[in-house]
Nanobody
Framework: QVQLVESGGGLVQAGGSLRLSCAASGLTSSVYSMSWFRQAPGKEREFVAGIGWGWSGSSTTYADSVKGRFTISRDSAKNTLYLQMNSLNAEDTAVYYC?????????????????WGQGTQVTVSS
């Protein structure tokens, strides 16, 4: 059974940093494409960052809104996905979710993903 568990969220002042983690268990292959999404109150879940799309190993993709501020990475030995978030602002406030696509293709739409974590809250105070 696949399980994704996020951690590392919290309250931070604007301009600050946080590092989110997503511990994965039950994934039978290391070639899963994985991504981070976020959902703010009253808004749809949106793509933030992805890694390993299209069986590309460690290649990364970012939403324009976070490019240059956020960094996605993963430690295959630990089965853990990370999201380093710097220069946070109020618009980054949301619940952040990690997701895994067993087909290895990835993408920016939620329907591409088979497994989701429960989410971790990030709140940025201005």
């Amino acid at each position: 059974q696949v399980q994704l568990v996020e951690s590392g969220g919290g309250l931070v002042q604007a301009g600050g940093s946080l590092r989110l983690s997503c511990a994965a268990s039950g994934l039978t292959s290391s070639v899963y494409s994985m991504s981070w999404f976020r959902q703010a109150p009253g808004k749809e879940r949106e793509f933030v960052a992805g890694i390993g799309w299209g069986w590309s190993g460690s290649s990364t993709t970012y939403a324009d809104s976070v490019k240059g501020r956020f960094t996605i990475s993963r430690d295959s030995a630990k089965n853990t996905l990370y999201l380093q978030m710097n220069s946070l602002n109020a618009e980054d406030t949301a619940v952040y979710y990690c997701a895994a696509d067993r087909a290895g293709l990835g993408g920016i739409t939620t329907r591409r993903y088979d497994y989701w974590g429960q989410g971790t809250q990030v709140t940025v105070s201005s």
